[in-house]
C-alpha cells in the first residue's frame, strides 16, 4: 500500500486565492476515483524555500491518498493537471510506502 501526499497552494504567484471550490473539486476527483481522500483544509502549511537568494513563503493545504497498487502513470498525468489549474511550476507529490496496522 501507498500514502500519496501532495500540497496544494492557498494563491496563485500573483497572491490571487483560489477558491474554495478548486479544493472541493481535488477532493471529489479523489474519492471518485479511490474512494476517499484526506484533505487538510483548515490549517494551512507554511512553506519557505530560497529563490535567487530571497526566502519565499507560501500557504498550502496537504491532500493524502492510501492507494493500491500506485499508478505511476495515472499521478503524473493528475499532477501536471494540477500544477496547470493551479498555475504552478511544479507542485510537490509523493508516493509513501505504508502499512496498515
Known sequence: MHVIQFLLPLRDN???PFARAD?????TELTERYGGVTAFLQSPA??????EGETVRDEMVLFEV???PLDR???SGYRAELERRFR??????RALGAETL
Open 14 to 16: 500573483e497572491q490571487r
Open 23 to 27: 479544493f472541493e473539486k481535488v477532493r
Open 46 to 51: 507554511t512553506g519557505a524555500w530560497k529563490e
Open 66 to 68: 492510501m492507494v493500491e
Open 73 to 75: 502513470k495515472w499521478w
Open 88 to 93: 504552478q511550476e511544479r507542485i510537490v507529490m
